[in-house]
């Protein structure tokens, strides 16, 4: 997924094949040099969180969510930059009593995003004092009253 992000936007073009190199060494279980590293990705691979990396990218979600046990809620944002839809639909299809709900004008962090403007969709992020999206609060509130959870 982090490969898919980063070829997402045209500006990362010159770092795709750094990047990716990158990746492929934290997949191998491997940690980065950073020295080595164009500057704009430095902060990406920084040391410390290598070790968070490493495990993460180890874990398949559809493999967690399979064995959840439970029902499981799957909000997507349909302006989300960082999961598409079908990554929400992958999840779902992993987990027969999962459920997706697919929310318009919604981002990543969940916050309203009116636009295709990819700067002022993450600018969103910075913002703490937005609110959620529409729908968010009562979509999670739906799912916990009908599965008692």
């Known amino acids: 997924m982090l490969k898919e992000q980063l070829r997402a936007n045209p500006a990362n ?12 060494t934290l997949l191998a279980g491997r940690r980065v040099d950073t020295a080595s590293l164009p500057p704009p990705l430095v902060p990406l691979f920084r040391p410390e969180i290598q ?8 874990v398949d979600p559809a493999d967690l969510i399979a064995k959840a046990g439970k029902s499981v809620l799957v909000i997507q944002g349909e302006r989300d930059l960082q999961v598409s839809v079908s990554d929400a639909r ?10 997706i709900k697919q929310l318009p004008d919604t981002n990543h ?5 009116t636009s295709d403007d990819r700067r002022a969709n993450y600018a969103t992020y910075a913002d703490p004092n937005l609110p959620l999206a529409p729908d ?3 979509t999670v509130v739906r799912f916990i009253e009908q599965h008692g959870q």
């Open 51 to 58: 070790g968070f990396l490493i495990s993460e990218i180890a």
């Open 109 to 113: 962090i969940l916050k309203q995003v």
């Open 13 to 24: 073009a010159p770092l795709l094949d750094v990047a990716n190199q990158a990746i492929d």
């Open 136 to 138: 968010v609060v009562e």
């Open 90 to 99: 992958r999840l779902v299809a992993a987990n027969p009593s999962a459920m």
